[in-house]
């Protein structure tokens, strides 16, 4: 960018950076000050004024310089801690990314896909305890929040295997046998159609 166009862009520009110190100052209720040296010019663009300016830097200087440069980093120490906001947000996602898998290894037992924890390293089944007596202290609190606040009895702290599914009872063979199956052919003791007609008109048979 050439000469020229550094001073088109920066009358282009003043006038908004004026206006935003003024912005600022008023929605925010802040002493402000803006001092601006334009190129070839001897006494700076000051706003709003210069006193108003000479009391903003007279209140800079009254503060000691180690409250005044307490926040400021020098690159070891914004390495450090932008090391530490690492090491936070990577124990985030490890204790999501545990919680997830101790879940997903509570569902398995729940579902019969696993029958026990014995091949589980002592870590994860650690981790997996811990996980079972949060979620039991919660339900505890949880129910004794739907009754109204009375005591309830601890629960397990131990995984207990659920029960294995019962089948059905069989009927034993020693019951006695179904009677034969009746012979369409055989009309003896069934009444006769005389029999029926004296039925329906008197109401009872002969």
């Given at each position: 960018m050439d000469?020229?166009?550094?001073k088109r862009t920066l009358e282009k520009r003043l006038p908004n950076l004026l206006k935003k110190a003024r912005e600022f100052a008023v929605l925010c209720d802040v002493p402000t000050s803006l001092v601006v040296y334009l190129p070839g010019k001897d006494q700076p663009v000051v706003w709003p004024s210069q006193e108003a300016a000479l009391d903003v830097v007279r209140r800079y200087k009254e503060v000691g310089d180690l409250q005044r440069f307490k926040n400021n980093l020098d690159g070891a120490e914004f390495i450090c801690k932008m090391i530490d906001k690492a090491k936070e947000e990577l124990s985030t996602v490890q204790r999501q990314t545990r919680d997830k898998e101790m879940n997903l290894l509570m569902d398995d037992f729940f579902a019969g896909r696993?029958?026990?924890?014995?091949d589980l390293s002592p870590e994860v089944f650690a981790a997996l305890e811990s996980t079972v007596e949060k979620k039991l202290r919660a339900v505890t609190a949880r129910q004794q929040e739907l009754l109204g606040g009375s005591v309830l009895p601890p629960l397990p702290t131990q995984l207990v295997q659920p029960p294995p599914l019962v089948m059905a009872p069989t009927f034993s063979s020693n019951l006695p046998p179904l009677p034969p199956a009746l012979d369409a052919s055989d009309v003896s003791g069934l009444p006769t159609t005389e029999e029926l007609q004296a039925f329906f008109m008197n109401g009872e048979l002969p």
């Open positions: 000469r020229a166009e550094r696993r029958r026990s924890f014995d």
